[in-house]
T-cell receptor, first 113, second 111 residues
């Protein structure tokens, strides 16, 4: 039973570029949440997808967008990258919209130069 | 502003000593979760507390949820080197299906 998988594990981009991160949820899970974790900080909620729709959003600009596919996998897109976007991006999957247990993937480490 | 505050930021203990981290919210929480993140790893779910005044135990770990559902604590008895990592609380508000993570308490255990 595969857990939450994220790709790629590491990524280096330059300012102004665009990036797409991918997440496959744990088997049986239908909800995906994305978090940004800066070094030495707690994860910050970006948004949540359920039934292919964005259901909740944190305090992040429109440069951050996402998508959920019919198989429940999800993508996080960030446009016009800034140096401050350098962080660990975590995907967490859960069941439904209730405040259930979240299972986190290993994350994608994004460095913006 | 930050919804959930967590203290202390760091804690260094000798193996065998106890450890406690505290989580506080200015707003009543619907529930609270605790996670552990090992160095270089990702958050791993430990426990969820839902009821006012709830206390749950997992071996040497004791979790409490305050009566007003605005604070929580994690206490580890007789720490071991395997307890090393950062412990995060994550609180959820009523009517919002998202979790606000604290900034974490980094625990270092000296053998």
């Amino acid at each position: 039973d595969a857990g939450v998988t994220q790709s790629p594990t590491h990524l280096i981009k330059t300012r102004g570029q665009q990036v797409t991160l991918r997440c496959s949820p744990k088997s049986g899970h239908d909800t995906v949440s994305w978090y940004q974790q800066a070094l030495g900080q707690g994860p910050q909620f970006i948004f949540q997808y359920y039934e292919e729709e964005e259901r909740q959003r944190g305090n992040f600009p429109d440069r951050f967008s996402g998508h959920q596919f019919p198989n429940y996998s999800s993508e996080l897109n960030v446009n016009a990258l800034l140096l401050g976007d350098s962080a660990l991006y975590l995907c967490a999957s859960s069941v439904g919209l209730a405040k259930n247990i979240q299972y986190f993937g290993a994350g994608t480490r994004l460095s913006v130069l | 502003g930050q919804q959930v505050m967590q203290i202390p930021q760091y804690q260094h203990v000798q193996e065998g000593e106890d450890f406690t981290t505290y989580c506080n919210s200015s707003t009543t929480l619907s529930n609270i979760q605790w996670y552990k993140q090992r160095p270089g790893g990702h958050p791993v779910f430990l426990i969820q507390l839902v009821k006012s005044g709830e206390v749950k135990k997992q071996k040497r770990l004791t979790f409490q949820f305050g009566e007003a559902k605005k604070n929580s604590s994690l206490h580890i008895t007789a720490t071991q080197t395997t307890d090393v990592g950062t412990y995060f609380c994550a609180g959820a508000l009523y009517n919002f299906n998202k979790f606000y993570f604290g900034s974490g308490t980094k625990l270092n255990v000296k053998p």
